[in-house]
């Protein structure tokens, strides 16, 4: 049961243009959306967070959007660089689950191109 | 500080053959889970432990998968009987804290296990 879409699957972008990656999810008692950044033949890392109560957060060239109504969310990566070249997870949480349900995306490749 | 380890790195075992995965979590971090990723896949959620009792053990695929944890901290995840299709990257994760504020899960670099 996949309770967050992930899209595109890959991605290849050009260095110094824009990377967009996003999200669905089902269950409205969502209240904590992260995103994972992975390279290969490492473990996922938190990359960036946001919760429902604010629309969008930045971070450096990191930003995520948030569209409550809509259920969805995306990361946008501003002037991509190649060390930005990862696996990228959206995820989704609750405290209804207690913590112990963190639903991720099937993952999106992105190529940032030289 | 230390991260999140896991043993061994790649482990390569034949069908047939039983596996233990070993994950030693961040210190203090009473939460600690399990995924799987397939190659190009996303992560699998298997197991969560709060402390030593593990309150979810929906994800485990089969009855051939079982995980204990210890002294609320070393992990280690069994796997009896391997088949080909257990052939993954096993992510183990630890956090502070199963709280509203405290959601952010640390990985692990993972185990390979390569089923031939």
């Known amino acids: 049961q996949q309770q967050v879409k992930q899209s595109p699957q890959s991605l290849i972008v050009q260095k110094g243009g824009i990377s967009i990656i996003n999200c669905a999810y089902e269950?409205?008692?969502?209240?904590?959306f992260p995103w994972y950044q992975q390279f290969p033949g490492k473990g996922p890392a938190l990359l960036i967070a946001?919760?429902?109560?604010?629309s969008e957060k930045k971070e450096g060239r990191f930003t995520i959007s948030f569209n409550k109504s809509a259920k969805q969310f995306s990361l946008h990566i501003m002037d991509s660089q190649p060390g930005d070249s990862a696996t990228y997870f959206c995820?989704?949480?609750?405290?209804?689950?207690?913590?112990?349900?963190?639903?991720f995306g099937a993952g999106t490749r992105l190529t940032v191109k030289p | 500080g230390a991260g999140v380890s896991q043993s061994p790195s790649n482990k390569v075992t034949e069908k047939g053959k039983d596996v233990e995965l070993r994950c030693d979590p961040i210190?203090?971090?009473?939460?600690l889970y399990w995924y799987r990723q397939s190659l190009g896949q996303g992560l699998e959620f298997l197991i969560y432990?709060?402390?030593?009792?593990?309150?979810?053990k929906s994800g485990l695929p089969s009855d051939r998968f079982s995980a204990e944890r210890t002294g609320g901290s070393v992990s280690t995840l069994t796997i009896q009987r391997t088949q080909q299709e257990d052939s993954a990257v096993y992510l183990c994760?630890?956090?502070?804290?199963?709280?509203?504020?405290?959601?952010?899960?640390?990985f692990g670099p993972g185990t390979r296990l390569t089923v031939t």
């Open positions: 946001i919760r429902p109560d604010v």
């Open positions: 432990f709060q402390g030593n009792s593990a309150p979810d």
């Open positions: 269950n409205t008692a969502f209240d904590y």
């Open positions: 994760a630890s956090s502070l804290a199963s709280t509203r504020d405290t959601y952010e899960q640390y």
């Open positions: 995820a989704a949480t609750t405290a209804e689950y207690n913590n112990n349900d963190m639903r």
């Open positions: 210190s203090g971090h009473t939460a």
